[in-house]
């Protein structure tokens, strides 16, 4: 590999930006695309559809024998609030492949016993992510129904662009959320970004059932995003 493409595709794995390595089997000139540059023709929706999947292959274009090589930064789950449907998105997240963080300054409810090997935070948001910044990698799940809790963190991830950002709460609820963020300087289109409820609508009641709902909408999200936009912080 030429060690210019090298050194850049170390800089984008640092930075966890997604990119695919297209090598020519003909032994012509490698190249690398990084998630959101123009593709154009029949490779862009091959590209396209390797970012989604995040699965390398070998693909014939246009005559040319190419492997495509995906690199995509580890998917992260980060959950605001030590609830009873944390304890059960965690188990699950990793199964499916996901790092989990959960973030919660209610020391009552964010202890080692209730989260056994779990990547846990007993501090407020603001701090938690000030040490640990959410990406465009990131989903944020905020389920405390707490406004000091949950506002700023969902305020940031709509900011910085994260691929999923989901809230526990009714309807009422979120119209209450959506007017206190407007008054952050969020746009209806920052605003319309938010799921909620949280979930896929599959009638869930127990904490185990609704966190099967919001894992699997976090998948739909992850597959299925924008890969032609540029990603990284939209501040």
């Known amino acids: 590999m030429d060690r210019q493409i090298l050194a850049r595709l170390n800089a984008l794995r640092r930075a966890r930006q997604a990119a695919v390595l297209v090598t020519d089997l003909s032994g012509g000139q490698d190249r690398l695309i990084v998630e959101g540059d123009a593709v154009d023709g029949p490779f862009a929706d091959v590209v396209a559809s390797a970012f989604r999947s995040g699965k390398s292959s070998a693909v014939e274009i246009g005559g040319q024998s ?20 944390s304890q059960v998105l965690a188990g699950m997240a990793e199964l499916a492949g996901f790092d989990i963080r959960i973030i919660d300054p209610r020391t009552a409810f964010a202890t080692p016993e209730r989260f056994d090997g779990v990547d846990l935070m007993a501090d407020w948001p603001v701090d938690a992510l000030k040490e640990r910044p959410l ?30 950002v989901g809230a526990l709460g009714s309807r009422k609820t979120h119209a209450s959320r959506v007017e206190r963020l407007k008054r952050e300087g969020l746009t209806e289109a920052d605003l319309a970004r938010i799921h909620a409820p949280i979930g896929l609508p599959i009638g869930a009641s127990s904490p185990a059932e609704i966190a099967v709902a919001i894992l699997a909408e976090i998948i739909a999200a992850l597959r299925g995003r924008d890969v032609s936009s540029p990603k990284g912080d939209k501040r």
């Open 135 to 164: 990406d465009a990698y990131t989903a944020l799940v905020a389920v405390t129904h707490d406004p000091k809790i949950d506002d700023f963190p969902i305020a940031d991830a709509l900011k910085v662009g994260c691929f999923y």
């Open 66 to 85: 190419l492997f495509l090589n995906v690199h995509l930064p580890p998917p992260q789950i980060v959950v605001i609030g030590a609830v009873h449907i």
